[in-house]
Each structure stands twice: as structure tokens, then as C-alpha cells.
């Protein structure tokens, strides 16, 4: 059984910094995804950025190319989010998520089993 302990968020003001981070437990395999998604108030939860396990590939959403960046560290078993340049836009709980298998529909939530209980990230203008 995999699980997933997401941590990292906070209150900062816009044009900040933030860093987050995602523990996992149990066994996770080279060609399965972990990333981050997003939810706002009043809005649906969406895609953020995955990164294969094994390694290579990543994907994001097209509104956070060039400020936000996915690692991965095999060494701790962690997954994490490096997120500059934040806006008010960018507030929302985030979560960290795991898919067995990553494939082109990376950006469905359908494909994602195991969740973290989320993170809150309040951007202040």
C-alpha cells in the first residue's frame, strides 16, 4: 500500500517562493508517475506537474512552465515542488498524488490511486 504525506505550503506574498514536498511509503515503481495537483475555492482540482519515477520525464501545465519545477529524490522517497514567482492565481490546496502507470493522459485525476491530505498555499497580492 502506498501512502502519501504532502507538506511544504504556507501564507506568502506575491513574487515569493515556495517548496514542496512529498513523502512516500511503500514501494513505488520506476514507470509510475508522482505529482501534484490543485484546488481552489469554487473550482475543480486540476493538473499541475508529474514526474516519472524511474526518472527522465516530466510534464507540466501549461500556467506554471518556467516557474515551477518537479524533482524527485529516490535517496529519501520524496517527490518536490519548487514553486517561483508565485501568484494570487496560485492559491489553492495542492496535493500530491501517484499514478501506477504514467502515460500521455498524465493530466487526468482518474489515472491517480493514491493522494496526499493537501497542502494550502495562500498567495497574497
Known amino acids: 500500500q502506498v501512502q502519501l504525506v504532502d507538506s511544504g505550503g504556507g501564507l506568502v506574498q506575491a513574487g515569493a517562493s515556495l517548496r514542496l514536498s512529498c513523502t512516500i511509503s511503500?514501494?513505488?515503481?520506476?514507470?509510475?508517475?508522482v505529482g501534484w495537483f490543485r484546488q481552489a475555492p469554487g473550482k475543480e482540482r486540476e493538473f499541475v506537474a508529474v514526474i516519472r519515477w524511474g526518472g527522465g520525464t516530466t510534464y507540466y501545465a501549461d500556467f506554471v512552465k518556467g516557474r515551477f519545477t518537479i524533482s524527485s529524490d529516490r535517496t529519501k522517497n520524496t517527490v518536490s515542488l519548487q514553486m517561483n514567482s508565485l501568484k494570487p492565481d496560485d492559491t489553492a490546496v495542492y496535493y500530491c498524488?501517484?499514478?501506477?502507470?504514467?502515460?500521455?493522459?498524465?493530466?487526468?485525476?482518474?489515472?491517480?490511486?493514491?493522494w496526499g491530505q493537501g497542502t494550502q498555499v495562500t498567495v497574497s497580492s
Open positions: 511503500g514501494r513505488a515503481y520506476d514507470n509510475s508517475g
Open positions: 498524488a501517484r499514478t501506477p502507470f504514467l502515460t500521455s493522459a498524465y493530466y487526468d485525476q482518474k489515472n491517480y490511486l493514491n
